[in-house]
């Protein structure tokens, strides 16, 4: 079943902005982990941004402060992305966690994969 839907993806020149929304198929996002992530050919997937729905925290890849920026309501989570470079071309997904996970795995979403949802990703491309 698609849970989860991304959008917002394109093609941006380098130092442009983005924003990404991943949005909820019949359901919402309370007291879920919703986590950013993406994947370039070639290379590992990364995680970028997570937010928990239940309390507002949100968490970061420290590569990633103070460009990124991930936000919520109750069907769909925000990643805004500013100052785009080359290097952040990629596949970006966001993938979903139930409200069974602890605290202990919250707070580091920003650096797992074990989500229980993941969309199929939207397409990034930053030209210079």
């Known amino acids: 079943e698609e849970r989860l839907v991304e959008s917002g993806g394109g093609l941006v020149q380098a130092g442009g902005s983005l924003r990404l929304s991943c949005t909820a198929s019949g359901f919402s996002f309370d007291d879920w982990t919703v986590g950013w992530f993406r994947q370039a050919p070639g290379k590992e997937r990364e995680g970028l941004a997570c937010i928990s729905t239940y309390d507002g925290n949100v968490y970061y890849t420290d590569s990633v402060k103070g460009r990124a920026t991930i936000s919520s309501d109750r069907r769909t989570v925000y990643l805004q992305m500013n100052s785009l470079k080359p290097e952040d071309t990629a596949v970006y997904s966001c993938?979903?966690?139930?409200?069974?996970?602890?605290?202990?795995?919250?707070?580091?979403?920003?650096?797992?994969?074990?989500?229980?949802?993941w969309g199929r990703g939207t397409q990034v491309t930053v030209s210079s």
């Open positions: 993938a979903a966690e139930s409200s069974d996970s602890d605290y202990a795995w919250t707070s580091r979403c920003h650096t797992k994969f074990d989500y229980d949802y």
